[in-house]
C-alpha cells in the first residue's frame, strides 16, 4: 500500500507515466525531488531509471531482498531488485530468455547496478552445495575482471575500461547452472576481409583470438598512456601495494608506482580504494573461480613484463651507413624481462629495434629508429596485456560454462562502457559511442518504433508520438559502403601514402551534406570560425549531444600492427602462458593474410551482440549520473537534463502513456489464463479471440483497459495485468489445492481399499485359522466323548455279554450235565455189554480223525526236492504215516511232471538216461549234473564254414563237439569235430571241415570210460567193420556223460539195443594198438588237464601195458 502511495505520489510519482502535467521540467523536478528524498529508482514503466547517489544507501539488505522476492513490480517501491526480480521470474515461470541492458554514461552506476542484480538473482534462487558454489564464482568473476579491466578515469575510480556482456545460465528450478562471460563478445564473425595487396609492412603481426571477442573494447591504449589524474589498470597498483615482498622479488618488480613509466612515475593512491586490499580479494576471487597456482603465478608474471616494458629505455644512435637507429640504454630492465619470460635477452633487444621487411621474398633486417621503437615497445605491452585479459575471461569461462546438453534458460547482463564526451577524444571514444548509439537503438526500436507500429500493425486506434529515431547515425559510422568505418578501414588497406588526413578529407568530401556530421569543411558546419571544432577534427550529432573526434591515431589505432619480430620473439619465449598468447608467432605458420581491422572486429561484434540482445526479453535501468564531482548526493539538473534528453525518456514516458503495457499472442493469453472463468476452463472450443474475449469479460475489467488487435491482446496498464497474474496465481493455488486434494483423495482411497482388501484378507485368513482350530479341538473333544460313551457302552454291553455267555455256559454246563444223565441213565441198559470196544474204537477213530484233519493242515511244500514229512503223533499211525508220506511224494513228482513242457521232459529225459549210465558210477557224472545238454556245440548252422559236414550228416543230427583224438602210433591228441547223426558217428578235421571217419553206429560194439572224471572215451568197433580193423576208437570228450548218453539213446532208437559200456578202472579194448596187447587204464584221479596237448603215454611191454596222460 506504501508502494501505491509512493508511485501515485502527485510531488515524486514513482512511475514517470503518471507524470502531471507531462512535461521535462516536471520530469526533471520529480527525479530531484525523489533523489532528495533518497528514493534513487524510479519507473517508467517497466523501465528503471536509477540515478547514482554516490554513497551507499541501506537499501540493499537481506530484508529487501526478501521483501522484492516474488513482488508484484508495480506493488512495492521502485527499486532495482523489483526489475531484477521481474526478469528472473518471467525467466523461470514464462521460460523466456532476459537480457538486462544498462545503460548510462561514464560513472553512473552502470556496473554497481549489474552487481546488485547478479548478487539479487543469487539471493533468490535456491541454495545447495553445488548451486552456491556457481554463484560464488560467477559472483567473484567481478573483482578478478575489475582488476585487470577498470581503472580510474577523471569521471570514475573504478570505470570499466572494456565491456562486459555475462549470460548467466539457469536451468527448469532456476538455479543457477553457470555463465558465459563475454569481453563484449558474442557468436563468431563472418570471416575477415582479405587484402588484395599485402603491403610493405607485412611484418606487422595481428591479435590470434579470432574475431570473435571485441578485445577493442578494452581500452588498450591506457596501458601505456593516461591522462593525469587518471590511472592505468588497477592490477599494476594492487599487485605493487598488495604483493608480498616474495612475490614481488619473483616478478622483479619494486613495491613503488613511481618507478614505473607506464603509471607516468607518480605515486596514486585512490581515496576510499586499498589497492592491497583489493589484490587479496582478487586473489581469494581466482582460488574460488578456480584458478591453480600456477595459473595465477603466470598471470601475473605476465602482468609484470607489461610493467617492466614501460622501463625499457631506449636511446638513439647511428649505424656505420649513417642511418639512424636505436639501442637498449640500460639493459638491466630488458634482462630481468628476460628471465621472467626465459628468453634469451639478445633475441627481444633485437626484437626490440630492428624488425625484418620481405621484399620479393627476401628478408631484410633493417634498424628502427628511437620513436619506432618505442612504438613497438608499446604495441607489444598493450598486445600482450589485451591477450592476457582475453585469456583471462577464457579461463574463468572455462570454471564458470555449463556443461553441454542440459537444458538452459538465460538471463544475459549488458555492462558496457558508458557515453563519453572528452575535450579531446579520440578513436576510443568513437568505438565506445558507436557501440552506446547502437545500444540506444535497441531501445528506440524495441520501446518506441517497434511498439508504435505494432499499434499500426494490430489495428489498434493509435496516434503516432515523434520521437528521435538514431538509425540515421548508426548509419553514418556503420554503412558498409560509405560509413566512417567503411572509410577508415579503406583507408588504412589503401596502398600509397595514407594518414589521417587524407582520411578526414575523404570523410568530409562523403559527408559534406550529411545532417549529423560536422567539420570544418562541411557546408552544415557554416560556423568555420567555430573554434570548438579545430581542423583534424570531426563532430558526429550522436543522441546523447555532439562529439567532435580528433582523427589523430585513428589509423593507426585501427590497424593495430604487431611488429612479427616482436610476436616471434614472444613465442620463442619458453613462458608458456606467453608463448600461447603469440601463437602466430610461430614461424612454422607465417600467415600473409591480414586480418580484420580495429573498427570492423568491432563492428562485426557490435552487430552480433546486437542480435544476441534482439533475442531476448530485454529489461532496462537506465542509469544517470547526477554531479560531475562524484559528490554525494548532489543533483545537478543541467547534467541531467541533458542525460534524461539524450536517453529519450520523455519520448519514452509518451509512448508509455499512450500505449499498452502488456501485449500478447492470443493462444499463449488465452492458454495462461484461460483458468480465470469458468467457461474457458478447462476447455475452450471456440477460436482463441473469442476464448480471450470471454474471459476479460468475465473478469469485468475496464474497457480502457482492453484492446483486441488482430492477433494479439493488449493491456493498457500493468496494473490490470498485474491484478490478472494475481488472481491467477490465487486461482492456479485454488486449483493445485484442488488437484492435490483429488490426488491426496485419490491416494488415500487407494490406500484405504488397500488396507481394506489386505484387512479383508488377513481376518478371512485368521478366522480360518480361528475357526479350523476351534473345529479340530472340537473334534478332539468330541472324539474324546464318542470313546468315553463308546467306551462305556461298550464295557456295558461286554458286562453283559460276559454276563450272558456265563450264564449260557452255565445253562450248556447245566444242560450238559443234565444230559449226560439222562442219556448215561437211558443207555446205561444198553453199554454196559461190548462198552469197552465201542468206547475204544470210537475213540482210535478220533485219533485217526484228528491226524489225519491235521494232515490236511500241515501238508509239506510242493517243491519236488523238499521231502520233509510231518512225523506221526502216535507210534501205531507211524506206518501209515510213512506210507502217506510216499503216496504224497509221488503225486507230487506226478504233479511236477504233468505241468513239464515235452523239451523239458526230453533233457529230463536225457538227464535220467545219463544219470542210470553214471551215477554212482563215474565221478565226472556229478560235474554233468549242473550243465544242460546242449547236444550242438559248434554251430552248423550258423558257421558257413560247416557246410559240408552238414551234408556228410544227411540223417538227423544228435550231437556236434570238438574232440580230442588220441593217436594210437604215439598216444597223442589231434583235434577233431565229432558229429553224431541218428545212424552214424562222423570225425572231421577241424581245419578243412571234411570227414576223416565215418561210422555207422551198428559198427560200435560197445564202449569203456574210466570211473573217474576224465573225459577219455574208448569206442569199441566190430572187427568187421571198416574202421574196427585199426582197433578201438580212443576219443576224449569235453561232453562225455552226454556224448555217451545220447550215443546209448540213439542205439537204442536205431538197435533197440543198449550200449554195452563198461566203467572200470581197467580198459581192455580191441585194435592195432603198438604192441600186440591191450593197454590198460591206468589214470590217476584228476590227471587229465583237458587242455589240448595232453597226450596218452603207454608204459611197459607186452600184454601190461598201461595209459597214463602227460601234460
Ligand atoms: N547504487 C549505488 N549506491 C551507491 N553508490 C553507487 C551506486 N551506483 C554507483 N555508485 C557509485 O558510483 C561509482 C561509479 O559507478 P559504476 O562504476 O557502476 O559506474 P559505471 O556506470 O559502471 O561507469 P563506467 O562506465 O565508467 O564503468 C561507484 O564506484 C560507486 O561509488
Ligand atoms: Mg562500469
Known amino acids: 500500500m506504501e508502494a501505491t502511495t509512493s508511485l501515485l505520489d502527485a510531488a515524486a510519482v514513482g512511475d514517470l507515466v503518471m507524470l502531471d502535467p507531462l512535461s521535462e521540467e516536471a520530469l526533471l523536478r520529480t527525479l530531484q525531488e525523489r533523489f532528495s528524498r533518497e528514493e534513487i529508482y524510479t519507473y517508467i514503466g517497466e523501465v528503471v531509471i536509477s540515478v547514482n547517489p554516490y554513497k551507499p544507501l541501506p537499501i540493499y539488505t537481506p530484508e529487501k531482498v526478501e521483501e522484492y522476492h516474488n513482488c508484484n513490480f508495480f506493488a512495492v517501491k521502485p527499486h532495482i531488485y523489483a526489475i531484477a526480480d521481474d526478469a528472473y521470474c518471467s525467466l523461470r515461470d514464462r521460460d523466456r530468455d532476459q537480457c538486462i541492458l544498462i545503460t548510462g554514461e561514464s560513472g553512473a552506476g552502470k556496473t554497481e547496478a549489474s552487481k546488485l542484480v547478479m548478487s539479487y538473482v543469487a539471493a533468490v534462487s535456491s541454495k545447495g552445495e553445488e548451486v552456491d558454489k556457481v554463484k560464488e564464482q560467477l559472483l567473484q568473476s567481478n573483482p578478478v575482471l575489475e582488476a585487470f579491466g577498470n581503472a580510474k578515469t577523471i569521471r570514475n575510480d573504478n570505470s570499466s575500461r572494456f565491456g562486459k556482456y555475462m549470460d548467466v545460465e539457469f536451468d527448469f528450478k532456476g538455479d543457477p547452472l553457470g555463465g558465459v562471460i563475454t569481453n563484449c563478445q558474442c557468436c563468431p564473425l563472418p570471416s575477415p576481409p582479405r587484402w588484395s595487396q599485402p603491403p610493405l609492412s607485412c611484418s606487422y603481426t595481428h591479435p590470434p583470438f579470432p574475431p570473435q571477442t571485441l578485445t577493442d573494447l578494452l581500452e588498450k591504449s591506457r596501458i601505456v598512456r593516461h591522462v593525469k589524474g587518471e590511472r592505468n589498470f588497477h592490477i599494476f597498483y594492487q599487485l605493487l601495494a598488495g604483493g608480498s615482498a616474495q612475490l614481488l622479488q619473483k616478478l622483479k618488480l619494486r613495491p613503488d608506482c613511481s618507478y614505473y613509466g607506464y603509471l607516468n612515475r607518480e605515486k596514486s593512491v585512490l581515496p576510499g580504494m586499498d589497492d592491497a586490499a583489493n589484490f587479496r580479494a582478487m586473489q581469494d576471487a581466482m582460488a574460488i573461480i578456480g584458478f591453480t597456482p600456477t595459473e595465477v603465478t603466470a598471470l601475473l608474471e605476465v602482468t609484470a613484463v607489461v610493467l617492466k616494458l614501460g622501463n625499457v629505455e631506449l636511446s638513439s644512435c647511428f649505424q656505420a651507413s649513417g642511418m639512424e637507429a636505436s639501442s637498449i640504454t640500460e639493459p638491466r630492465e630488458l634482462q630481468e624481462i628476460s628471465q621472467l619470460i626465459g628468453l634469451d635477452p639478445s633475441t627481444l633487444e633485437q626484437a626490440l629495434c630492428s624488425r625484418t621487411v620481405k621484399v620479393r621474398d627476401e628478408s631484410v633486417l633493417t634498424a628502427l629508429s628511437v620513436s619506432q621503437g618505442y612504438y613497438g615497445r608499446d604495441a607489444l605491452a598493450k598486445n600482450i596485456y589485451s591477450r592476457l585479459f582475453d585469456w583471462l575471461v577464457n579461463r574463468i569461462n572455462t570454471s564458470i560454462k555449463v556443461k553441454p546438453g542440459k537444458q538452459r534458460k538465460v538471463m544475459g547482463v549488458l555492462d558496457i562502457y558508458g557515453f563519453e564526451i572528452f575535450q579531446d577524444n579520440g578513436f576510443e571514444q568513437f568505438i565506445i559511442n558507436y557501440c552506446n548509439e547502437k545500444l540506444q537503438q535497441i531501445f528506440i526500436l524495441m520501446t518506441l518504433k517497434e511498439e508504435q507500429e505494432e499499434y499500426v500493425r494490430e489495428g489498434i486506434k493509435w496516434t503516432p508520438v515523434e520521437f528521435f529515431d538514431n538509425s540515421i547515425i548508426c548509419d553514418l559510422i556503420e554503412n558498409s559502403k560509405v560509413g566512417i568505418l567503411a572509410m577508415l578501414d579503406e583507408e588504412c588497406l589503401r596502398p600509397g601514402t595514407v594518414n589521417e588526413d587524407t582520411f578526414i578529407t575523404k570523410l568530409n568530401q562523403i559527408f559534406a551534406s550529411h545532417k549529423r556530421y560536422e567539420s570544418k569543411e562541411t557546408l552544415n558546419a557554416k560556423h568555420v570560425t567555430d573554434i570548438s571544432l579545430p581542423l583534424r577534427c570531426f563532430r558526429i550529432h550522436h543522441y546523447a549531444g555532439k562529439v567532435t573526434y580528433n582523427v589523430t591515431g585513428f589509423i593507426e589505432k585501427n590497424n593495430d600492427l604487431l611488429f612479427r619480430d616482436l610476436s616471434q620473439a614472444m613465442w620463442a619465449a619458453r613462458h608458456t602462458l606467453l608463448r600461447s598468447l603469440f601463437p602466430e608467432g610461430d614461424p612454422q605458420r607465417p600467415s600473409l593474410k591480414l586480418p580484420p581491422t580495429t573498427g570492423s572486429q568491432f563492428k562485426a561484434s557490435v552487430a552480433t551482440l546486437m542480435k544476441n540482445l534482439y533475442s ?496
Open 616 to 1111: 531476448k526479453n530485454p529489461n532496462y535501468i537506465r542509469c544517470i549520473k547526477p554531479n560531475d564531482t562524484k559528490t554525494a548526493m548532489l543533483f545537478t539538473p543541467d547534467l541531467v537534463l541533458a542525460q534524461v534528453r539524450y536517453l529519450g525518456l520523455m519520448e519514452n514516458v509518451r509512448v508509455r502513456r499512450a500505449g499498452y503495457a502488456f501485449r500478447q499472442l492470443y493462444q499463449p493469453f488465452l492458454k495462461r489464463y484461460k483458468m480465470l472463468s469458468r467457461r474457458t476452463w478447462p476447455h475452450w472450443t471456440g477460436s482463441d479471440r473469442e476464448g480471450t474475449e470471454v474471459l476479460l469479460a468475465e473478469l469485468k475489467f475496464p474497457s480502457e483497459e482492453l484492446a483486441y488487435g488482430h492477433t494479439k491482446i493488449f493491456i493498457r496498464s500493468p496494473r490490470t495485468l498485474f491484478d490478472l497474474e494475481k488472481r491467477r496465481q490465487q486461482r492456479v493455488a485454488e486449483l493445485a489445492t484442488l488437484i492435490q486434494a483429488m490426488f491426496r483423495g485419490w491416494r488415500c482411497r487407494k490406500q484405504y481399499q488397500l488396507m481394506r482388501k489386505s484387512q479383508i484378507l488377513i481376518s478371512a485368513w485368521f478366522r480360518g485359522h480361528a475357526q479350523r482350530n476351534r473345529y479340530k479341538q472340537m473334534k478332539r473333544s468330541v472324539l474324546l466323548l464318542q470313546a468315553y460313551a463308546r467306551g462305556w457302552k461298550s464295557r456295558r454291553l461286554l458286562r453283559e455279554l460276559k454276563v450272558q455267555r456265563r450264564r449260557h455256559l452255565a445253562a450248556s454246563t447245566i444242560s450238559a450235565y443234565w444230559k449226560g444223565y439222562q442219556t448215561r441213565r437211558t443207555y446205561r441198559r444198553y453199554f454196559r455189554s461190548d462198552a469197552r470196544t465201542r468206547l475204544s474204537n470210537f475213540i482210535y477213530r478220533r485219533m485217526v480223525q484228528k491226524y489225519l484233519m491235521g494232515l490236511q493242515k500241515n501238508l509239506p511244500p510242493m517243491a519236488v526236492l523238499d521231502r520233509t514229512w510231518p512225523p506221526a503223533p502216535y507210534k501205531f499211525l507211524s506206518d501209515a504215516n510213512q506210507e502217506l508220506k510216499g503216496i504224497f511224494y509221488r503225486w507230487k513228482c506226478k504233479k511236477y511232471r504233468e505241468q513239464l513242457s515235452p523239451q523239458q521232459r526230453a533233457v529230463l529225459q536225457d538227464k535220467l538216461c545219463a544219470s542210470e549210465l553214471f551215477k554212482d558210477k563215474k565221478a565226472l557224472y556229478a560235474q554233468s549234473l549242473q550243465q544242460p545238454f546242449r547236444g550242438e556245440y559248434l554251430g552248423l548252422t550258423q558257421n558257413r564254414k560247416y557246410q559240408k559236414l552238414q551234408a556228410v550228416a544227411k540223417d538227423k543230427l544228435v550231437m556236434a563237439e570238438a574232440v580230442q583224438k588220441v593217436n594210437r602210433a604215439n598216444g597223442k591228441t589231434v583235434p577233431r569235430l565229432l558229429l553224431l547223426t541218428t545212424e552214424h558217428l562222423v570225425l572231421a578235421d577241424p581245419k578243412a571241415a571234411q570227414p576223416k571217419m565215418v561210422l555207422s553206429l551198428s559198427d560200435i560194439r560197445g564202449a569203456s570210460v574210466s570211473r573217474f572224471s576224465d573225459g577219455l572215451l574208448a569206442l569199441h568197433l566190430k572187427e568187421t567193420s571198416t574202421a574196427g580193423g585199426k582197433g578201438d576208437l580212443l576219443l576224449v570228450s569235453p561232453h562225455l556223460i552226454e556224448l555217451v548218453t545220447r550215443l546209448h539213446q540213439t542205439l537204442m532208437d536205431a538197435t533197440a539195443q543198449a550200449l554195452p559200456l563198461s566203467i572200470a578202472d581197467q580198459y581192455a579194448g580191441l585194435g592195432a594198438w603198438p604192441v600186440g596187447a591191450w593197454p590198460t587204464w591206468a589214470f590217476p584221479e584228476g590227471a587229465w588237464s583237458g587242455r589240448g596237448r595232453d597226450r596218452v603215454c603207454w608204459e611197459g611191454r607186452g600184454g601190461n601195458q598201461v595209459a597214463h596222460w602227460a601234460g
